[in-house]
C-alpha cells in the first residue's frame, strides 16, 4: 500500500425529504447571495425547483437563477454564468441537478474565485486555480459523483470540433450535498443506466491501477461494484425501488469520492474515461454510454499487460468461473461485463452507440486525446497517439461473437 492524502470534506445530506433542508443549509453557509444553477425542462417540471427556492425565500436567503445546462456542459454558459454572478454579487453557488450541472457550477466557481485568469486555462491544463467559491447541491442523478469529488469536466464549443476537458482540485469540493434518492424515480431508463456505468467505471479506473497488497482498497472497490451490478439489474425491472435507487445514489457518492483510490500509485488508469471525452466532444453522446462502447475494445488492447488483475475482476465481480488460466479468465471477465452492459441496454462499441468513425475523425480523436501531443495517458499500458487511434478503430468495429 502507497502513502496517501484522504480529503473528503462535504457534508452529506442523505434521505428522503431532505431537500426541503437546502435553504437552512446554505444559510448555515454565511453567504450573500446564491446562483441556483440548474439544467432544464425537469428541474421546473417537477416542482423541484420551486421547493429549492421556497426553502432558500424561507431561510432568508437572497438568490438567482441560471439554467441551461446541458449534458457535456458548455463552456459558453459558463461563461454567462461568470457575468451573472460577478453582476449580482453572488458568492455562493447551488447546483441542482446532476454531474452536468454540478461540473458547470464547479466551473463558475472556479472562475469567480479566479478572475485573473480565463477558466478554460485550467481545463486546458495551461493553469492552477488558487480559489473556488463555495458551493453545495441538491442531487438528482447518481452517475457522475461530482457531488463529493474534486473534479468536473467543460465543453468547449469550437469551429474546428468541440473540446471536452476535466479539471480536479480539492478546492472545488462541495460544502454539501443533498441527495434524496426519490429526485431519481422520474429519470428515463437510459440515463439511469448511464449512470449506474458511470458509477462502476468510476471505481474500474482506479482498480485496474494495481497495488500489491491493498486489500482494504481492494475489497471496497469490489464490493461497490458487485453492489451496482446488482441493483443496477433490479432497476431495469422495478425502476421505482427506493432501496436500488438509494444503494446506486451512495455508491455514485463512493466511486468517485477518492475513496477506492486510496494506497495506489497515483489516481488510476483513466484511459477510458479520456477516451470518451473526445468521443463526447466531437459527437455530443451520453458520458456513460461513451464509456460503456469504449472500455471492451481498452480492456482486450491492454489486458495482458495486467492479466491476473483482469482475471480477478472476472472471479470476484463478473462471478466468471476460474479456469486456471488468467489470460483465459480476464477475456471472459470483459465480455461477461460487456454482457452486463447489454442487460442495461447500453452499447458495447461505437456503431451499438450510434456512431460509425471515419479514418479521419479516429486520426482527430487521438490526436486530441494527446492534447496535441502534449500527454499520453493510461497506467495499465501506458498509450501514445498510435495506441489511442488503434482502441478507437476496435471499437468502431462491431466485434466477432466468436472472438468476444
Not at 20 to 37: S, T
Not at 202 to 227: C, P, S
Not at 347 to 376: D, M, S, W
Amino acid at each position: 500500500m502507497q502513502n496517501f492524502q484522504f480529503y473528503v470534506p462535504t457534508k452529506v445530506v442523505f434521505g428522503q425529504g431532505t431537500v426541503d433542508q437546502v435553504g437552512q443549509l446554505v444559510a448555515e453557509q454565511g453567504c450573500k447571495k446564491v446562483l441556483v444553477h440548474f439544467g432544464g425542462r425537469s428541474a421546473k417540471a417537477s416542482g423541484l425547483l420551486d421547493r429549492v427556492c421556497a426553502s432558500l425565500q424561507s431561510a432568508g436567503v437572497p438568490y438567482v437563477t441560471l439554467g441551461g445546462v446541458k449534458p457535456n456542459p458548455r463552456l459558453a454558459l459558463v461563461y454567462e454564468g461568470l457575468e451573472l454572478c460577478r453582476k449580482e454579487g453572488v458568492d455562493f453557488l447551488l447546483a441542482v441537478g446532476g454531474g452536468s450541472v454540478i461540473d458547470s457550477s464547479k466551473a463558475i466557481a472556479l472562475g469567480l474565485a479566479n478572475p485573473d485568469l480565463d477558466v478554460w486555462d485550467l481545463y486546458d491544463r495551461r493553469a492552477q486555480a488558487t480559489a473556488c467559491a463555495p458551493l453545495g447541491c441538491v442531487l438528482t442523478i447518481a452517475a457522475a459523483g461530482s457531488e463529493t469529488s474534486n473534479s468536473s469536466v467543460i465543453t468547449k464549443e469550437t469551429p474546428d470540433g468541440d473540446l471536452k476537458r476535466g479539471y480536479g482540485n480539492d478546492l472545488c469540493r462541495l460544502r454539501f450535498a443533498i441527495m434524496d434518492p426519490t429526485l431519481t424515480y422520474t429519470l428515463p431508463d437510459y440515463q439511469t443506466a448511464c449512470g449506474c456505468t458511470d458509477i462502476m467505471m468510476h471505481t474500474m479506473e482506479r482498480f485496474f491501477a494495481y497495488e500489491k497488497d491493498n486489500d482494504v482498497t481492494d475489497n471496497i472497490a469490489i464490493g461497490l461494484l458487485r453492489a451496482v451490478k446488482k441493483n443496477a439489474l433490479i432497476l431495469v425491472k422495478d425502476p421505482k425501488n427506493y432501496n436500488a435507487r438509494a444503494q446506486i445514489m451512495w455508491a455514485g457518492s463512493l466511486s468517485h469520492n477518492s475513496l477506492t483510490g486510496c494506497g495506489i500509485d497515483g489516481h488510476g488508469d483513466w484511459a477510458t474515461h479520456q477516451l470518451e471525452h473526445e468521443l463526447g466532444g466531437m459527437f455530443d453522446v451520453a458520458h456513460g454510454a461513451g464509456l460503456a462502447a469504449m472500455w471492451g475494445s481498452w480492456a482486450r488492447y491492454v489486458c495482458d499487460a495486467l492479466p491476473a488483475r483482469f482475471a480477478q475482476f472476472a472471479r470476484e465481480v463478473m462471478e466468471v468461473p476460474a479456469t486456471g488460466d488468467d489470460m483465459i479468465d480476464a477475456l471472459a471477465g470483459i465480455a461477461a461485463f460487456e454482457n452486463l452492459m447489454h442487460e442495461l441496454h447500453m452499447p458495447t462499441n461505437l456503431p451499438e452507440l450510434g456512431v460509425t468513425a471515419t479514418e479521419q475523425q479516429i486520426k482527430t480523436l487521438a490526436y486530441h486525446c494527446t492534447f496535441e501531443h502534449r500527454r499520453k495517458i493510461g497506467c495499465v499500458k501506458v498509450l501514445d497517439e498510435n495506441d489511442i487511434a488503434n482502441i478507437y478503430r476496435m471499437a468502431n468495429q462491431v466485434p466477432d461473437p466468436l472472438f468476444t
